[in-house]
């Protein structure tokens, strides 16, 4: 099969490798629907992300469709169109038993597209634990807006979750691409009352008010901490 | 000065008192504004909602006017408009350092208009701690919504915090009266994504899904777990 | 094979099964080392503990063998000395990634032995999930120690995880049992300062003292919370 | 009075003061029990640990006797030996209501003695809320012994809190002085099972496996972390 690879640091090119196996309890999915890129790709391309690899093919964003499936697998079949996170943990690992999937099995590890084995940019890609790290694309849902949830919604959402964002709290996102938007829209949902959001693009700043933000910091205008402190001074007063 | 007491269990009336006393910390209130009436002032008259009173006047909700402050006092000076909450907690108590203000110097003492001193049915009432225990009434904020902040609000959303709602939880509010509206908008603020809210009136039904239900249940249709169950079931398949 | 099994509510007896089939995530023990009863293989044949159970095998707390594991399992061998939790979770379920694996595939599911599938008390026994659900018996420590752990320590260290106990709290357990002892154990471990528990044999009480107790309750001396809370006032006078 | 005093950066001295005035809600109190010197007053008289000083009386570690109180002072009088802890906050400042004593009424502004206001270091010194922040010395504890809770013990125990050190877990401990000693015996108290501590010197040594520690780190035998990672490992084989 075909795919788009980091040959090495600085080099992405076409590469042929086999079809991926699969396991009792995975399955073998074809991107046929939406492939995103993200800016991890370029990191890991530009810099090895987690570590430098060879002929490695990219990607952890997709929607996509099943095409084969384990023989333990109960909730998936061939040709179920399906969302493909970016982290597909060992769900049996102690990691993820402590609360920590993004890390089974060893630091970042959950990470597995295009660091621990091959990415979501290819003709088919392998999903490890089906069951456990696939979701149905529910009807009516617009793969292009679903392929979002893999990595920018969910990572800007833990972010919030993280911060652990209550009722009225104050929240600053520094930076407003995709992830710091759903950060900006993760602390909204969680209850955030002044949400500063920091950024200059005019379609982000939109995007930033649109999700929630509450006042925009140009970073460019002095010391972001400083531009905080005061709106929320006067705001208070 | 004259106020609407309990006279004791099941009897309520127009009483003379003492104007109350300012301490070095607190503030005498007045409520020219707004007073709400709690359906907790009734169960107090109807069976002494934590204690049998005798002549205690009641209330716990008011946006008031500041006519006197103590010695210590910095934040509030006769003539201020200032939203009262219920609770009043005495913010040094043991219970309060470890974060149960509401049970400052005992259980549910920081309960104290109408319960352990005169309640805000009156001429004049006193609030300990003024610093601590007023908020300026915003300005352009008609003190008809505000006077809803002092209980209503704050012990929905209070509710919503110690189920520990999380992003897309599904959460069910039992009771759709003022408390429980506000423990729909308190779950719906804080990221719940499947929100059953059980109860039957037409205007508090209304208000429900504006505050963000997403379900409504009749507790007359049958068991309410198992038609939050059976809903539940259908949405997800 | 043989083994000890409910025949219905009410009634025990040896019956002879198929010995279980191994899948590739699996391992087939036997017990040669120790087995222990649980007061809740009482309720199971008494009541049905979470539901009537016909010809089903009892038992749920073991140090065993390992005599054969799955194509998929990567830390055990045949040979191997394990403990065996009795709780033995769906890793990879929705229950468990939220942080439930004890209700993973439904409530109370993660109990499999002697509910969902036959249990310990017999020749062999099957243990799904073998990496994630088993553990090796570290070299020194004797298998009749160990077997406390897969129910009596972590159910009562898991009560005082829930109970949130935090340094210096005030913490009472009442029944002083195997696993009220551990309760006991693990609040002493989180740091409570005042430890009451509450129970009456004499053996229980000089054990609830050995693993930390700070005072005992006789129930039958008077209400518990009344002696606990005048014990208590007394310490702080 | 005479206090020993930071006269500005880099020079302390002995200066002469008003005895300070109590107001309604505070104490005065002497020091004749003991003082305790911390590196905090070095830093302090150093570098100005929060903000140079000119001529302020150091100390915050003390076992006092209360010589005045205020007329609101409930749970004190004058006689009354007492811990007095380093910080003393306001505890109606919205930063206490939230949780963050600490930084009541400004960033580390709970932490007045030496900093906001004269130190301990003199013939008097005053103690604002006292009931809030003063404690009796309990009969039969060596003022001597006590003068380490001020800030030793509990700074140490409220760094194994804000770890989150949780039953199992493993912790480790960079520096193992007066405060490091305290993180070692808080996180040993919450339940840490495998217990890190850095240092070198014989007797801190000593004091940190009397506290519980399980390893000590040599910081000169190579990078702190490669150290803990393969103790670690070597004890999971």
């Known amino acids: ?45 530009w810099a090895g992300a987690i ?5 490695m093919i990219l990607g952890h964003e997709a929607v996509g469709e099943v095409v084969e499936v384990g023989s333990l697998v109960k909730d998936f079949k061939p040709g179920d169109k399906v969302i493909v996170p970016a982290i597909t943990p060992d769900w049996g690992s102690t990691e993820s038993q402590e609360g920590f999937p993004q890390h089974s099995s060893g630091m970042l590890a959950g990470w597995k597209f295009s660091n621990f084995k091959d990415g979501v ?14 979701a149905l694309l529910p009807e009516g849902v617009d793969p292009v807006d679903a392929v979002m949830i893999p990595d920018m919604v969910v990572t800007g959402f833990h972010g919030a979750e993280l911060a652990g964002v209550k009722l009225g709290d104050t929240v600053c996102v520094i930076g407003i691409g995709p992830v710091g938007l759903m950060a900006v829209a993760g602390a909204n949902k969680m209850g955030a009352s002044h949400l500063f959001a920091v950024g200059t693009r005019p379609n982000c700043v939109e995007a930033a008010k ?28």
């Open 51 to 55: 570590g430098e690899r060879t002929d």
């Open 1 to 45: 099969m075909k795919g788009l690879a980091m040959l090495g640091i600085g080099k992405i090119g076409w590469i042929e490798k086999e079809k991926p196996q699969c396991g009792p309890l995975d399955a073998i999915c074809r991107p046929p629907l939406v492939l995103a890129p993200c800016t991890s790709d370029v990191h890991t391309v």
């Open 121 to 134: 940019f290819a003709e088919y890609f392998h999903v490890n634990e089906a069951d456990a790290n696939l």
């Open 210 to 237: 649109f999700y929630g933000a509450t006042d925009i910091i140009n970073y460019r205008a002095g010391d972001i901490a400083d531009q905080v402190l005061e709106k929320k001074l006067r705001a208070e007063v």
